[in-house]
């Protein structure tokens, strides 16, 4: 695993995939968060994932009960000093205002909050690729911090700057509930 603090240091000079947009001068460059997983705990939600077909809303509706992830919080608190932090989850749209409270109490810094729209059944890893491609196509996109496996091979494989969070070990039964069932 990365070191937090080297990822850090080396988030602040990473130019993202090649021909895929620049820093422009005035702007910091973007660091690029995932919520659950790498700042929130959803262990105590994933007992709703783990029949089939899974319980989404009762899985949703439990979020603003995660506890904040220590060494995330600390990770996405120094990136901000000299990046735009850029908050994108698979989470869906339906649950931004209960995301976007759960964030303001744990204190993390603002930034913009990309959602997947709420009839978007893709798995999280194409959601997010996609939304990256956005991102980047105007902005330097310095660190992504995610931590699904399945995320962070294709960001890595189409040459973005990943930083795997493992401080909460991955437990696949969310990838494998969005994989079976195509929806959050």
Do not use: C
Request: aromatic fraction near 6%; proline fraction near 8%.
């Amino acid at each position: 695993m990365t070191d937090a603090a080297d990822a850090t240091g080396s988030a602040a000079t990473g130019t993202g995939p090649p021909g895929r947009g620049g820093a422009i001068p005035a702007q910091r460059p973007l660091a690029v968060i995932d919520v659950d997983g790498v700042v929130a705990d959803v262990r105590h939600r994933l007992q709703y994932l783990r029949s089939w077909p899974g319980d989404w809303d009762a899985f949703f509706a439990a979020a603003p009960a995660d506890p904040p992830l220590a060494e995330g919080v600390e990770l996405v608190r120094r990136l901000a000093r000299d990046h735009e932090v850029v908050w994108l989850t698979g989470r869906p749209e339906r649950s931004r205002e209960a995301t976007a409270r759960w964030l303001r109490e744990q204190e993390l810094p603002r930034g913009e909050l990309r959602m997947r729209p709420d009839d978007d059944r893709r798995p999280a890893r194409v959601f997010k690729r996609a939304q990256l491609r956005e991102l980047g196509a105007g902005r330097q996109v310095a660190v992504v911090v995610d931590d699904d496996p399945a995320v962070v091979d294709l960001l890595r494989a189409d040459g973005w700057p990943v930083l795997r969070a493992q401080w909460l070990e991955y437990e696949p039964t969310l990838g494998n509930a969005q994989e079976s069932e195509g929806r959050t």
